[in-house]
T-cell receptor, first 108, second 113 residues
């Protein structure tokens, strides 16, 4: 079993829909990251969380440390949001462990 | 402010050869991490450097090595290349190592024939 699990693996949506991507982890962590990777490989760091909730534009990330779970929400989705979203945790052993990613496609 | 740069962007090598990849972090960033991304294994952590010291290493064989220079630039080296080393190698920099946002470079795509 992977230490970081994401669901769903693939997600399709119509423009304007509300999207949720989930991340569960089984190790103790000091921080959790949400990353976005567009076709071609470039990775952008969206959020780094150690507790609570963060918001940036149409993106919201939450984390529940007790339940070892985080969610990434996209409100009013747009085709330019189409990308792979990756959850990564920094373990207490100070290593970055990645989920396998969620491939999101938003259609006009 | 210039972003993280990686050179070369693309590389083709044959089995048994060695390769050196370079990463220049954002100015003022002292931490550099390296990652390997393959279709089968996804993203995996290789190493992390801070102020010329390797702080952390992932579960890769000793053929994978790296270093960081006094100007924070970093190199990674893979010796005796294998077909399975074909991957996108990404580096990321941050100001420090503790709970900092990382900024990723565009990656070096290595193909081993």
């Amino acid at each position: 079993k992977n230490e970081v699990e994401q669901s769903p693996q693939n997600l399709t949506a119509q423009e304007g829909e509300f999207i949720t991507i989930n991340c569960s982890y089984s190790v103790g962590i000091s921080a959790l990251h949400w990353l976005q990777q567009h076709p071609g490989g470039g990775i952008v760091s969206l959020f780094m969380l150690s507790s609570g909730k963060k918001k940036h534009g149409r993106l919201i990330a939450t984390i529940n440390i007790q339940e070892k779970h985080s969610s990434l929400h996209i409100t009013a989705s747009h085709p330019r949001d189409s990308a792979v979203y990756i959850c990564a945790v920094r373990s207490l052993g100070d290593k970055l462990i990645f989920g396998t990613g969620t491939r999101l496609q938003v259609f006009p | 402010k210039a972003g993280v740069t990686q050179t070369p962007r693309y590389l083709i090598k044959t089995r048994g050869q060695q390769v050196t990849l370079s990463c220049s972090p954002i100015s003022g960033h002292r931490s550099v991490s390296w990652y390997q991304q393959t279709p089968g294994q996804g993203l995996q952590f290789l190493f992390e450097y801070f102020s010329e010291t390797q702080r952390n290493k992932g579960n890769f064989p000793g053929r994978f090595s790296g270093r960081q220079f006094s100007n924070s630039r970093s190199e990674m080296n893979v010796s005796t290349l294998e077909l399975g080393d074909s991957a996108l190698y990404l580096c990321a920099s941050s100001k420090s190592v503790f709970q900092e946002t990382q900024y990723f470079g565009p990656g070096t795509r290595l193909l081993v024939l």
